[in-house]
């Protein structure tokens, strides 16, 4: 059974999400019948298209990268009917020179949200890999490509 990370963990998952959301926001207006059917099919090769398309915006290439895992869950509503539309999830990977972070990225109809994967349990542990994390996601971002917040000023890294 799994349980909600603690602490550290939980925090690597909300900076991995803050970073992402335009990726994110960018993601969720790809028709998601067009997911699910790539997803059910095992179209790698399509989603790996999409996320590279929506990732070029925003981080330099080959930065924040689909890890080739994908999977759709039937979701119910409060009454146990089917959700209109499932929900997908993507195996993920984000590195930039010596950081690396591998998530599963979850998207549904009223969610979006990030679950580190088992190996990048280091970044769920100490407030310096937070803080090397937080700075390899400011310096891997495209400056054109979003308004850079506050946090990407190294004296306002919110783990130093």
Known sequence: ????????????????????????????????????????????GAIN???????????????????FGSHVSERRDPA???????????G???AHELVAVSF??????DFAGVALADGSMPYGRSAEALGQL???????RLSGGFDLPHDCDPKHHPFH
Do not use: Q, W
């Open 134 to 140: 937080s700075a390899a996601f400011c310096a891997a």
């Open 104 to 109: 599963l990225l979850h998207l549904a109809n």
């Open 92 to 94: 993920m990977r984000f």
């Open 80 to 90: 146990g009917r089917h959700d209109a539309a499932p929900a997908v999830s993507f």
């Open 49 to 67: 298209d999409i996320i590279e398309s929506s990732s070029e915006m925003f981080f330099k290439p080959g930065t924040l990268r689909y890890t």
């Open 1 to 44: 059974m799994a349980t909600r990370p603690a602490g550290k963990a939980y925090e690597a998952e909300r900076l991995i999400c803050h970073n992402i959301r335009p990726f994110i926001v960018d993601l969720c207006y790809v028709d998601r019948s067009f997911l699910v059917a790539s997803v059910a099919s095992r179209n790698h």
